[in-house]
Every structure is written in structure tokens, then in C-alpha cells.
């Protein structure tokens, strides 16, 4: 099963946008999926797939003694999905217990499904961290701003140092760093984890070692949202940079998604947007993440091998391959005078995203015979 936690530091980056589309188009191409709302205290993915579910949710199951995990997945009328909602029993994550969560955590860990969504709330509370760990290969969503991605580094600067406290016991030598960080007040922002883990190694190798070995296969993936042009794209790569400098894990470039309008008609008739427009720019950059994530499977295992510098580039690609095919968008609809020719307009759109996509390939090839050439040189 591969687990997909969506996460993000700030709410509104479009988590749930995202987890109920790639739920679908992950169905569509003939994968089991449950898709699970768990922004407990603010659910609304039963919107954004459309559907009106039943009283029982995660919070139900949560809250009452006697009531069962099972009783609470529904099958959605979309073939191969099934869907958890959140519902509002219980106020917010915050309010469940350790031991709720870990039960919950097992519950939904023991699922027969190819994946499994987790649509989580916002926000680096540890129980959101400890959603998203439940997968090193986590999805973190941003936009281009400046404090969105500061967020989404802070987030992940909040998970290693999870994965880091919990490796380490009361009875630990690592823990009297800890207990000194506290009683310094070490400001959490301030923290440079580099330096910590210096002073981890030299008095707890063992947790050092253990903590290498977790964080060296952590490799979350990142989505940029509700990029307005081209240019915001490039904004990623400093995001990339002071990951790998100051947290010293990769990331991998899952894709970008431009802001539609199409997506406010779309929420606001209740259908989601894969559905709506299938060949809108915004559903197709789903569909592309969707792809990455069906052919990549055989890279989880093969972390080493993988290329994240490549995930970047691509993604940037993509970014101006959808930026001129949004112009184009805008072009059709201006000739053709009135919406009411979508049909029309969506074929001229569906021939032009082939055609971009065969350029697409034409550069990747280039770029993968320009390595190989490279690598061959070398030897
Ligand atoms: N690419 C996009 N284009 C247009 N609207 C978007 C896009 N992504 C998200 N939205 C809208 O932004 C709002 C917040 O998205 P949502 O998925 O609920 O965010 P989150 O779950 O992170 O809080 C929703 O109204 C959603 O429809
Ligand atoms: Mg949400």
C-alpha cells in the first residue's frame, strides 16, 4: 500500500483540492484508493468530491466506545474509491489523544488498498507530523509566496525534529541536549539542526545513527499550487537549496498547478474538477501527478538512485508548457466568442497539449542523452 499524506504549513494551499482529485484520477486508472478526510474540526473533502456522506466518519469512530473503523469507509460511487470522511464529532486534531491516534494510525495502516490519501489539516501539530510520517514520501503542498514556503521548510524542519525526539528515551544521553534546548528557550525557528545533530553524534551515536538512517530515507515530495505565471516556479529552487543545506534531505518536484477560475465554478456546483473539465490545464497537471506517482513506484526502493535535481527541472518545464497552453486557453475562447463551443475548444486544447508533450519528451531524451554522454566521458 503507499501511503499519500497531504500536508502543508498554512491552510487554503489546496491539500484538499489536491487529495480528492488525485483520489480520482488514481481510481480512474484502475487503483484501489481509500482517501481519508482527516483535518479533523474543518472536513470538508466531501465537497470537494462531491459527495453528501453519511453521520459516521473518523470523529464518530473517535468518539464512541463501541462503534467500528469499518463502519465509516464508504464506497463512493466512483468505481475503485473509497472514501473516510472527517465529520465533526471531535472539534480538531488537537483534541485527540496519543492513543487515539496511534489506534487510528493502525487502523488505517491495516487497509487493503494500492493507496491510501490522507487528507490532513494544517499546520505542524505533532499529530499532523505524525500522519505524515506515516510515509517518508509524504506530499507537501505550497504556493510561490515567500511566507507559504517558508512554512512548508518550517514543516519539515518540525518532522525530522519529530523523527529525532522520538528515536530518543527519558534514559537516553541524547535526551540532556534536548532537556538544555528547552531550558535555554531555544526558539524552535533559530534552532540550526545541523548543529544539534553535531552534538547528537558525539553523545548518542547510536540515536545518531538510528536518526541518519530514518532521515536518509525521507524524501517528501512538494506540489506547488496556484501559480499565477511562469516565473513563479522558479521560486521552488531556494525552497530546494535550504532543504538539502539546513535539513539535509531531498525533496522530490511532484509537479505544479496554476490557479483556475474553473476550480471556483467547479467547488461551487459541487463536482470536482477532474470531472468537470477533464482537459482543463488544472485537471491535466493532476493527471500528470497522478502519472508520476503510478510509473514511480519502483523508485521507493531505489531512493539513491533517484534523480531529485531532474524532479525540478521537469516540473519546471511543466510550468511553461501549462502557462502557454492557459494563453492559448484564453485565446480560443476569445475567437470563439462564447463558452457554449467548450466541446471545440477542448479539441484544439487536447492537440495542443500533445504536441507540447511531444517536446516535453524530445528535451527530457536530450537531457538524459547529454547525462549519458557526460557519464560515458567519465569513464
Ligand atoms: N489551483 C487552484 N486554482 C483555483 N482554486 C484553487 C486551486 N487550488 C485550490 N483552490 C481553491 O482554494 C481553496 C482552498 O483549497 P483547499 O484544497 O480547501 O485548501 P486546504 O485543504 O489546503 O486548506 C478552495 O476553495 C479551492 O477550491
Ligand atoms: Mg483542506
Request: aromatic share 6%; charged share 25%; glycine share 6%.
Amino acid at each position: 500500500m503507499h501511503i499519500l499524506p497531504v500536508a502543508s504549513g498554512k491552510g487554503g494551499v489546496g491539500k484538499s483540492l489536491l487529495a480528492a482529485n488525485l483520489a480520482i484520477a488514481l481510481a480512474e486508472a484502475g487503483k484501489d484508493v481509500v482517501c481519508a478526510d482527516l483535518d479533523l474540526g474543518a472536513s470538508n473533502l466531501h465537497i470537494l468530491l462531491g459527495i453528501q456522506p453519511s453521520g459516521k466518519g473518523v470523529g464518530f469512530y473517535l468518539k464512541e466506545k463501541n462503534s467500528k473503523f469499518e463502519d465509516c469507509i464508504l464506497q463512493t460511487e466512483y468505481p475503485h474509491l473509497r472514501f473516510i470522511p472527517g465529520d465533526s464529532e471531535i472539534p480538531g486534531i488537537a483534541n485527540i489523544t496519543q492513543s487515539q491516534k496511534k489506534a487510528l494510525i493502525s487502523k488505517l495502516l491495516s487497509l487493503k488498498t494500492d493507496y491510501l490519501i490522507l487528507d490532513l489539516g494544517a499546520g505542524t501539530h505533532l499529530n499532523v507530523l505524525d500522519f505524515f510520517l506515516t510515509s517518508s514520501r509524504g506530499i507537501l503542498m505550497t504556493m510561490p509566496t515567500l511566507t507559504s514556503m517558508l512554512n512548508a521548510y518550517l514543516f519539515l524542519k518540525n518532522a525530522l525534529f519529530r523523527i529525532l525526539s522520538s528515536l530518543i528515551t527519558k534514559s537516553s544521553p541524547a535526551n540532556r541536549i534536548l532537556d538544555s534546548l528547552e531550558k535555554d528557550g531555544t526558539k524552535f525557528q533559530k534552532l540550526y539542526l545541523p548543529k544539534l545533530l553535531k552534538q547528537i553524534k558525539e553523545a548518542d551515536k547510536k540515536v545518531y545513527d538510528s536518526y541518519m538512517e530514518k532521515a536518509n530515507s525521507f524524501a517528501p515530495r512538494v506540489i506547488m499550487n496556484m501559480l499565477e505565471n511562469e516565473k513563479d516556479s522558479r521560486r521552488i529552487d531556494k525552497l530546494r537549496m535550504s532543504i538539502k543545506e539546513y535539513l539535509g534531505i531531498e525533496i522530490e518536484h511532484l509537479g505544479i498547478i496554476y490557479r483556475d477560475e474553473l476550480q471556483d465554478i467547479a467547488l461551487n456546483s459541487r463536482i470536482p474538477i477532474l470531472l468537470y473539465k477533464p482537459n482543463a490545464v488544472i485537471s491535466q497537471a493532476i493527471y500528470r501527478i497522478a502519472d508520476k506517482l503510478v510509473q514511480h513506484v519502483e523508485d521507493e526502493t531505489q531512493l539513491l538512485d533517484f534523480n531529485f535535481a531532474e524532479s525540478f527541472q521537469i516540473a519546471e518545464l511543466e510550468a511553461q508548457i501549462d502557462f502557454s497552453e492557459k494563453l492559448h486557453y484564453i485565446e480560443d475562447l476569445m475567437h470563439s466568442g462564447s463558452l457554449s463551443e467548450g466541446d471545440l475548444i477542448d479539441i484544439i486544447r487536447s492537440q495542443h497539449r500533445e504536441i507540447n508533450n511531444l517536446k516535453k519528451e524530445n528535451q527530457l531524451l536530450k537531457t538524459k542523452l547529454a547525462r549519458a554522454a557526460r557519464a560515458g566521458f567519465k569513464v
